[in-house]
């Protein structure tokens, strides 16, 4: 299918949302969650289904449900696009909510990924300062997967915003608690923000690791993620 097959179905589909079958809903997109379909069209539809959320909501929700108990792994971009069109613009906390209560069901790697770039991530870039404490309480989470989740933000939003040292600074702040994470899962999405960090804002994590390493002890696949993109003289530093 190309975007415009795309567009025109899901909005077909969500106007039979809006009315309240989401049964019929379900049935016609789940063979587009369940096949081949690449990222950008399922995010293409998230966003167009999202239009159901002003008019009924709770029929949005039971639909994203539904795609959620496919454990499709093409539900997921769906889902988190959906969540972000939805919500993010004027409710969200409720987006972030809503995201950790599919990330906690899907209990996989690739589910937390993509709706944490999609939802926590994109949630920084729209309102950074609701957004971060939001994000604190994460840190302290019994599930690993929501652990890791707050580093798959900070890499998506490291990555999009180039040029916001003040910002950078302020997730490295948001990640150090979380430094000396022992839960492999949830220690590579850390890694992965710290790395996305030190490949965008080098001068800022260098010395952010000198002062963690001081008084910490992370674990060494913690340490070589974030240094990936370090030059290769601070990688000898760290890594010896």
């Known amino acids: 299918m190309n975007r415009a097959e795309v567009r025109e179905l899901a909005a077909r589909y969500r106007n039979e949302v809006i009315a309240g079958d989401v049964e019929g809903a ?10 081949r379909t690449p990222f950008p069209l399922l995010d293409l539809a998230g966003r167009v289904i999202a239009g159901a959320a002003a008019a009924n909501p709770t029929a949005l929700t039971a639909l994203l449900d539904g795609l ?4 499709e792994m093409g539900a997921w971009p769906l889902i988190g696009s959906a969540l972000a ?46 957004a971060l404490p ?3 309480h994460w840190r302290d989470e019994a599930s690993p997967w929501l652990r890791r989740a707050v580093g798959v933000a900070v890499h998506l939003y490291a990555k999009r915003e180039r040029d916001r040292p003040d910002r950078a600074a302020r997730l ?17 999405g850390v890694g992965w923000g710290l790395k996305t960090i030190g490949r965008f804002y080098p001068d ?17 696949l913690m340490v070589r993620k974030a240094v990936t993109y370090l030059p290769a003289e601070i990688k000898e530093e760290f890594l010896g």
């Open 204 to 220: 800022l994590l260098a010395p952010w690791l000198r002062e963690q390493m001081a008084g910490k002890t992370p674990r060494k």
């Open 26 to 35: 379900l049935a016609a997109l789940h063979p587009l969650v369940a096949g």
């Open 68 to 71: 959620a108990a496919t454990g």
């Open 85 to 130: 069109a939805a919500y993010l613009p004027h409710d969200l906390p409720r987006a972030f909510a809503e995201a950790r209560r599919y990330i906690l069901q899907a209990d996989v790697w690739h589910a937390t990924d993509v709706v944490g770039e999609r939802v926590l991530g994109e949630g920084l870039r729209a309102d950074f300062d609701t």
């Open 134 to 136: 939001l994000l604190e």
């Open 172 to 188: 490295l702040d948001l990640l150090e608690p979380l430094f000396e994470e022992r839960d492999t899962a949830a220690l590579k």
